[in-house]
């Protein structure tokens, strides 16, 4: 309600999808603001999601071609994506609502599967079955086949989920002002994989190699299928971006010292 209370208080008028009104419990939104049962990114300037890096993503694919900016306000743990802390809204999100601040451009990676295709702004994992033992993966790049290695699964994280899975699992920590993409394997069964950074043109395929087990597909943390024994992935960078809405005084190196290097909190 604070952010709404901020919304009445300089006149910027605020658009609430019905369900989540009603989700929220907020009684008093249709004083506060218009509440719609449909929502498409021409109705906003951006959208302001409140909670973690999950509930940011979310609202990401909320809108047809992404073309909608997002502005995160940190209700969660890490929020590395979210621009404000709960006790900013007053100051922060007050200078942003008066129009102090920028949009900058995300990496996503598409995935063509079972002739489907999928964004993500985070990272593509495939993984292990749930309860199962390890799997067996190919992958490489071009007509490059690199090998096959047992593990637990194999992540392709974007630059700014380089911050997510990526680096929970020993993978480097790649700038926002890059065009690149980044392998890493989950606890592999060898010692010599090393996390691969590859260029924009440069895509990757996966190939299950594991006996009798189908691998699981995750897109930004949502289970979204299986990749059967034999079957294959085509992961690449998207030509769409992922637009985020920052404060002009943000900075990725500040954040990244702040949020996993010296925490504050």
């Not at 979210?82 to 942003?96: F, G, H, K, V, Y």
């Not at 890493?184 to 060898?190: F, K």
């Not at 924009?200 to 289970?223: K, L, M, W």
């Not at 637009?243 to 010292?257: C, G, I, S, W």
């Amino acid at each position: 309600m604070q952010v709404l209370e901020l919304c009445r208080e300089l006149s910027v008028t605020a658009v609430i999808p019905e369900r989540e009104a009603e989700k929220h419990a907020l009684g008093q939104a249709a004083e506060l603001a218009v509440v719609t049962p449909e929502l498409s990114g021409e109705d906003v300037d951006f959208c302001v999601a409140l909670g973690g890096d999950g509930t940011i993503l979310r609202a990401f694919n909320r809108f047809p071609g992404l073309q909608t900016p997002v502005l995160g306000i940190n209700f969660g743990r890490v929020g590395f994506l979210s621009a404000i802390r709960p006790d900013e809204i007053n100051t922060r999100l007050r200078s942003i609502l008066e129009g102090g601040y920028d949009v900058i451009d995300l990496s996503m990676i598409e995935m063509d599967h079972e002739g489907a295709s999928s964004l993500a702004l985070n990272d593509i994992v495939i993984h292990k079955p749930d309860g199962g033992s390890v799997v067996r993966l190919a992958y490489g790049t071009g007509e490059v086949e690199f090998g096959s290695l047992s593990c637990d699964g194999l992540v392709l994280a974007t630059p700014a989920g380089s911050t997510a899975y990526n680096l929970s699992n020993g993978g480097p920590l790649v700038s926002l002002a890059l065009e690149a993409l980044v392998l890493t394997a989950i606890a592999p069964h060898t010692l010599g994989f090393r996390a691969l950074v590859l260029g924009r043109e440069e895509g990757v395929f996966i190939r299950n190699e594991t006996i009798g087990s189908a691998a699981a597909i995750y897109v930004d943390g949502r289970a979204t299928g299986s990749l059967a024994p034999g079957d294959s992935i085509n992961l690449r960078m998207s030509g769409l971006k992922a637009h985020l809405v920052q404060p002009p005084e943000a900075d990725f190196y500040r954040t990244l010292r702040d949020r996993f290097i010296q925490p504050t909190g």
